[in-house]
């Protein structure tokens, strides 16, 4: 069976909600059934990628620890919104890694390719 | 006719819960086939046999049961967002020497595979989030 375009979008804030770790358990399971699988950070979502996090004061996990390591899972198609970094005064040296960044316009295109899309 | 798996996140006093079992009557009524419902984080309350809502509240975790039962549906709950809630069957009560069990009937605890497994398999997925 071909593998399905799984997209994944992180919209919320880190430590909003319980969701983020939710977020990484589905990407990683999808990634050990061998689908394609995209992840885009949008919107306050980019404050996952963000390096110097701290959570041990709240208890809650820092996912931005695990996210490096997806590449390991080959999840390589991580990419974060152009427009977000900008209106935050972020660049890609503050975070924990390099995604490509893709404009509104590029995220649509993204989100009309893929077959199933979770959005978070 | 088409195949969905629907995923729920919410717990059972969510609009998205209640909006997922109307969709799933929906879906049932006009022939399409539900391949699987998923329950994650706190959507697995919805599999819980003690809650006893008052008289005139609706026990949505009861119409999920009798409508899985009805169709003979697949519905899955996730066992790490379970045992993390307090939502057991027998065999996990057993092993994690608890007082009882509360799975309700009809429902199954299973991984985070099955939910990539309905993503694979079905023709939509649609996932209904609080």
């Not at chain 1, 404050?47 to 996210?67: E, F, R, V």
């Not at chain 2, 993390?84 to 199954?108: H, P, W």
Request: charged letters at 20%; aromatic letters at 8%.
């Amino acid at each position: 069976m071909t593998p399905k375009n799984i997209l994944v979008i992180v919209r919320q804030s880190p430590y909003s909600s319980i969701l983020s770790a939710a977020t990484l358990d589905i990407v990683l399971t999808a990634a050990a059934f061998e689908q394609t699988l995209t992840l885009i950070f949008m919107g306050e979502g980019v404050l996952h990628l963000l390096s110097s996090q701290d959570s041990k004061a709240s208890g809650l996990k820092n996912i931005s620890k695990a996210l490096p390591s997806l590449e390991l899972y080959e999840v390589d198609q991580v990419f974060v919104e152009k427009d977000a970094l900008k209106e935050r005064n972020l660049k890609t040296e503050n975070l924990v890694m390099r995604p490509d960044t893709l404009s509104l316009s590029q995220i649509a295109e993204t989100i009309e390719k893929a077959d199933q899309v979770f959005n978070f | 006719m088409q195949s969905f798996t629907l995923v729920v996140y919410g717990s059972p006093d969510t609009q998205a819960a209640s909006t997922a079992y109307n969709f799933a009557q929906a879906l049932l009524k006009a022939g399409h086939q539900i391949y699987r419902l998923f329950f994650y984080q706190d959507g697995v309350f919805n599999a819980c046999s003690f809650n006893t809502p008052p008289q005139d509240e609706e026990n949505l975790p009861a119409s999920w049961q009798t409508l899985i039962q009805e169709y003979d549906l697949d519905a899955v709950v996730c066992v790490a967002s379970a045992l993390k809630r307090g939502i057991v069957n027998d065999a996990e009560a057993e092993r994690y020497d608890l007082a009882a069990s509360n799975l309700r009937k009809g429902f199954e605890i299973s991984g985070l595979g099955q939910l990539i497994d309905g993503v694979i398999q079905s023709d939509r997925v649609i996932n209904f989030l609080p």
